[in-house]
């Protein structure tokens, strides 16, 4: 798969390649709350990140919240 246009805004459904700030690379897929299988990489579309990262595009640094912790990613990819 190759990454799709800088101007493409991200949508459920698609697998987005986050840096964390530890340095680590995770490739997640926005899917439904009934679809969340962490361990496969699927996050849901109402969790922090996942509203976080809907609308967001390839290059952005985007923000979210869990609890009072407040983190911040980069989006690699958007594939």
Not at 38 to 56: M, R, T
Request: proline share 4%; hydrophobic share 35%.
């Amino acid at each position: 798969m190759d990454s799709i246009s800088s101007s493409t805004r991200i949508k459920f459904g698609d697998r987005v390649k986050i840096l964390f700030p530890n340095n680590s690379e995770k490739l997640l897929t926005i899917g439904t709350t009934r679809e969340v299988t962490p361990q496969n990489g699927v996050i849901s579309d109402e969790c922090p990140l996942g509203k976080a990262l809907l609308g967001a595009k390839n290059g952005d640094k985007i923000s979210y919240k869990v609890g009072k912790n407040s983190f911040t990613v980069k989006i690699l990819a958007v594939l």
